[in-house]
């Protein structure tokens, strides 16, 4: 079975610095689909960025950008130039053939003044 | 144009009541996936739809969970006979096709405490 881990429950960073959150996955398939997601506490989840496994490229959206190791099932997002409303919940999750996405247990992200 | 919404935002229910929560899918959305997220985690596949049709319901935890989508656009989730382990917030999530690659957007959710 599919499992994501992340390993960091919370992180804070200082604002207008760079921070890194960890995810592993565990998956034999070698076609799938990586994300992150955002979740404020308004609970509305918001896709952050995605990569495609079969896509060397590691993805990039504006701030955000993802350090995609697949042969060691890794799957990190950098965060550039914290801002405040940045602090969140971030998920990590994994689809693959099946439609239904599997996520990570979240890292809370603070964002100090 | 409007996103997912769900309602009631926040339900209290007595131990052994039932439960009804309602998504409105993105207008023209194929696919539709309920999601349970306990406190403190991630939120978990409980069941999905490809229009009317319930593809996949491996994980509701018992049957006192029930889905439905009889038009193919609105659902609802009901849960029976509540007890305390049900409390969680209900996601609802919709994507435009049945596509792996497509965008799963999703609702605020609902807050289910049962007491």
């Known amino acids: 079975a599919q499992t994501v881990t992340q390993s960091q429950p919370e992180m804070s960073v200082q604002e207008a610095e760079t921070v890194t959150l960890s995810c592993t996955y565990d998956?034999?398939?070698?076609?799938?689909?990586l994300f992150w997601y955002k979740q404020p506490p308004s609970r509305q989840m918001i896709l952050v960025i995605r990569?495609?496994?079969?896509?060397?490229q590691n993805a990039t959206e504006n701030r955000f950008s993802v350090n995609f190791q697949k042969a060691a099932k890794s799957f990190s997002l950098k965060i550039s130039d914290s801002q405040l409303g940045d602090a969140a919940m971030y998920f990590c999750?994994?689809?693959?053939?099946?439609?239904?996405?599997?996520f990570g247990k979240g890292t809370r992200l603070h964002i100090l003044p | 144009g409007a996103g997912v919404s769900q309602s009631p935002r926040y339900k209290v229910a007595k131990r052994g009541q039932d439960v009804a929560l309602r998504c409105d899918p993105i207008?023209?959305?194929?696919?539709l996936f309920w999601y349970q997220q306990a406190l403190g985690q991630g939120p978990e596949f409980l069941t999905y739809?490809?229009?009317?049709?319930?593809?996949?319901k491996s994980g509701l935890p018992s049957d006192r969970f029930f889905a439905e989508r009889p038009e193919g656009s609105v659902s609802t989730l009901k849960i029976q006979r509540t007890q305390q382990e049900d409390s969680a917030v209900y996601l609802c999530?919709?994507?435009?096709?049945?596509?792996?690659?497509?965008?799963?957007?999703f609702g605020p959710g609902t807050r289910l405490t049962v007491l």
């Open positions: 999530a919709s994507s435009l096709t049945n596509s792996r690659s497509d965008t799963q957007y």
């Open positions: 998956t034999s398939e070698s076609d799938y689909y």
């Open positions: 990569q495609e496994a079969y896509k060397q």
């Open positions: 999750a994994y689809r693959s053939a099946e439609v239904k996405i599997i």
């Open positions: 207008s023209g959305h194929v696919s």
């Open positions: 739809f490809q229009n009317e049709a319930q593809l996949d």
